[in-house]
């Protein structure tokens, strides 16, 4: 069935460092959403991209999708503690409708 | 006021046992979705109503029954609970889709559910 590969699935970085969490999908994506979910909270929603190769920004978080529509990736500058999370994307299947959910990226920062 | 509520945030509850879990939102939102969110964080949704029509059935149990009596309640009963059923649930809500463009989930705090 269509898959919303992560990754990496841990990362631990020293604040002030970047961060990329990747997201390739297996069929082409209609759109794709961010979430972030802090630590024992809900996710809750970053982003939508929908045109091939778009790029939006967010203060430090950069967030594009790929001219194909089958992957996204999101950047964050210069990391904060507050930065802590799971970092979901979640495709819209072009072919079944379905938004499929990425197995998340946890980011722990260290200050 | 709360967007999206879900109750219990907690349930402990022993094997066998049948719970149910009640989601309620004020967004006016025409479609609704319970998501169960395993120790390793993946979401996978369970099941999604549009309009109190069952629209997404993934393969779960049929321990596992939804009812949507409105379009602004979506509830999950669980019966015969068993130890893999522990999770966090979430339920969620969006605005119906447009052709290419899914709005964004809300979603509910989420309900802890262990069994022993």
């Known amino acids: 069935g269509q898959q919303v590969m992560q990754i990496p699935q841990y990362q631990h970085v020293q604040e002030g460092e970047d961060f990329t969490t990747y997201c390739n999908s297996s069929t082409t994506l209609s759109n794709i959403q961010w979430y972030k979910q802090r630590p024992g909270g809900h996710p809750v929603f970053l982003i939508q991209l929908v045109k091939s190769g778009e790029v939006k920004k967010q203060k430090r978080l950069t967030f594009q999708f790929g001219e194909a529509k089958k992957n996204s990736s999101l950047h964050i500058t210069a990391t904060q503690t507050t930065d802590v999370g799971t970092y979901f994307c979640?495709?819209?299947?072009?072919?079944?409708?379905?938004?499929?959910f990425g197995q998340g990226t946890t980011l722990q920062v260290k200050p | 006021d709360t967007a999206v509520s879900q109750t219990p945030k907690y349930l402990v509850t022993q094997m066998g046992n049948d719970k149910s879990i009640k989601c309620e939102q004020n967004l006016g939102h025409d479609t609704m979705y319970w998501y169960k969110q395993d120790s390793k964080k993946f979401l996978k949704i369970m099941f999604s109503?549009?309009?109190?029509?069952?629209?997404i059935n993934e393969t779960v149990p049929n321990r596992f029954s939804p009812k949507s009596p409105d379009k602004a309640h979506l509830n999950l009963h669980i019966n015969s609970l068993e130890l893999g059923d522990s999770a966090v649930y979430f339920c969620?809500?969006?605005?119906?889709?447009?052709?290419?463009?899914?709005?964004?989930?809300?979603f509910g705090e989420g309900s802890r559910l262990t069994v022993l």
């Open positions: 979640a495709g819209l299947s072009s072919n079944t409708g379905k938004l499929i």
């Open positions: 109503y549009n309009n109190k029509e069952l629209i």
């Open positions: 969620a809500s969006s605005q119906e889709r447009l052709a290419g463009n899914t709005g964004e989930l809300f």
